[in-house]
């Protein structure tokens, strides 16, 4: 294993479990604030700290054009995608939640096919099939699931809008630090969250909430925010899309245990066995990645 090699891997394996725990995170964060409340609160608290780190570090966030682009792409894969994810908490739970971004390759996959015509072998077709009859499988285990429809083309919208923004910022190659990269998404997710005060003044908070729900937050806020988006955009740099988006294949079972455990999700036969579907389905979809990954051949 090469140096560059073990330099990625902890990143990686912070990243993954930081993303196992975030579906809960936002599940706790929303039970006494509403939904978009949560998610502004969670950036206007993201900016100052991430500002400090900069201006501590001294680290340069660059303002040319190219950053500027390279920074609003990178806010799709925030404030974008999540705006998406924390409406589908009303459908869903954190476990399903987490199921749903582990399709985040195939949807990966198949924006690359349509852009640079990457050709998709017959494991990857079979994989595919297999991963979404994992999610019927998960879908069919009755109402104590808490499986939607609405919930699931919202996470769809989620899915769509953080593997759009994974080429993005890689077609732009703004060349700036992973720091600066996710100080300046962080700023502009947080300019859109302000823009988004007005349509929901009218549920503004009147009161702090409980105990958990701040925990949560303050989770999102360090954790999720901040910490996985400077392993997130360091990846971004060093690894290919596809590879990066791997992560995602390794959360949801972490994430349905946390869900089962910490928040008494419930837990049903169908629920294991189209989990291991759909993880064995993205496993055979992305087998050739996987195989690199390990090798160590991480670059594109």
Same mark, same amino acid.
Not at 9 to 19: C, E, F, H, K, S
Not at 40 to 45: D, G
Not at 55 to 61: G, I, M, T
Not at 217 to 231: N, P
């Given at each position: 294993?090469?140096?560059?090699?073990?330099?990625?891997?902890?990143?990686?394996?912070?990243?993954?479990?930081?993303?196992?725990?975030?579906?809960?995170?936002? =599940?706790?964060? !929303? @039970?006494?604030?509403? #939904?978009?409340?949560?998610?502004?609160?969670?950036?206007?608290?993201?900016?100052?700290?991430?500002?400090?780190? !900069?201006?501590?570090? #001294? !680290?340069? =966030?660059?303002?040319?054009?190219?950053?500027?682009?390279?920074?609003?792409?990178?806010?799709?894969?925030?404030?974008?995608?999540?705006?998406?994810?924390?409406?589908?908490? @009303?459908?869903?739970? @954190?476990?399903?939640?987490?199921?749903?971004?582990?399709?985040?390759?195939?949807? %990966?996959?198949?924006?690359?096919?349509?852009?640079?015509?990457?050709? +998709?072998?017959?494991?990857?077709?079979?994989?595919?099939g297999v991963a979404i009859c994992g999610l019927y499988t998960i879908s069919v285990a009755g109402e104590e699931t808490?499986?939607?429809?609405?919930?699931?083309?919202?996470?769809?919208?989620?899915?769509?809008?953080? %593997?759009?923004?994974?080429?993005?910022?890689?077609?732009?190659?703004?060349? !700036?630090?992973?720091?600066?990269?996710? %100080?300046?998404?962080?700023?502009?997710?947080?300019?859109?969250?302000?823009?988004?005060?007005?349509?929901?003044?009218?549920?503004?908070?009147?009161?702090?909430?409980?105990?958990?729900?701040?925990?949560?937050?303050?989770?999102?806020?360090?954790?999720?925010?901040?910490?996985?988006?400077?392993?997130?955009?360091?990846?971004?740099?060093?690894?290919?899309?596809?590879? +990066?988006?791997?992560?995602?294949?390794?959360?949801?079972?972490?994430?349905?245990?946390?869900?089962? =455990?910490?928040?008494?999700?419930?837990?049903?036969?169908?629920?294991?066995?189209?989990?291991?579907?759909?993880?064995?389905?993205?496993?055979?979809?992305?087998?050739?990645?996987?195989?690199?990954?390990?090798?160590?051949?991480?670059?594109?």
């Amino acid at each position: 294993m090469n140096s560059e090699t073990k330099s990625v891997l902890p990143t990686y394996a912070a990243l993954i479990m930081i993303w196992a725990l975030t579906p809960l995170a936002i =599940v706790w964060s !929303v @039970s006494e604030i509403p #939904r978009l409340w949560s998610l502004a609160l969670r950036f206007f608290m993201a900016l100052p700290l991430v500002l400090l780190i !900069v201006a501590v570090l #001294r !680290v340069k =966030v660059p303002l040319t054009i190219n950053a500027l682009h390279s920074y609003l792409a990178g806010s799709f894969s925030l404030i974008v995608s999540q705006t998406f994810t924390y409406l589908a908490t @009303s459908y869903l739970s @954190s476990g399903m939640i987490a199921l749903m971004f582990g399709f985040a390759p195939i949807i %990966a996959g198949l924006i690359a096919f349509g852009l640079y015509r990457q050709r +998709l072998s017959g494991n990857q077709w079979l994989g595919m099939g297999v991963a979404i009859c994992g999610l019927y499988t998960i879908s069919v285990a009755g109402e104590e699931t808490h499986i939607s429809i609405t919930g699931l083309l919202l996470m769809l919208g989620a899915l769509l809008t953080y %593997a759009t923004s994974i080429f993005w910022v890689k077609h732009i190659n703004a060349r !700036v630090s992973p720091i600066a990269q996710a %100080a300046g998404s962080i700023t502009v997710s947080t300019l859109m969250a302000l823009c988004m005060v007005p349509f929901i003044w009218s549920d503004v908070p009147q009161a702090l909430p409980g105990p958990r729900s701040m925990l949560a937050i303050g989770y999102l806020v360090v954790g999720a925010s901040i910490v996985a988006m400077f392993c997130y955009f360091k990846l971004v740099q060093k690894v290919s899309a596809t590879t +990066l988006s791997l992560a995602t294949v390794l959360t949801p079972m972490l994430a349905i245990c946390f869900g089962i =455990v910490l928040n008494d999700e419930p837990f049903r036969i169908n629920i294991l066995i189209g989990s291991a579907l759909v993880i064995g389905g993205l496993g055979m979809y992305f087998y050739r990645d996987l195989r690199n990954l390990r090798a160590g051949q991480l670059r594109d």
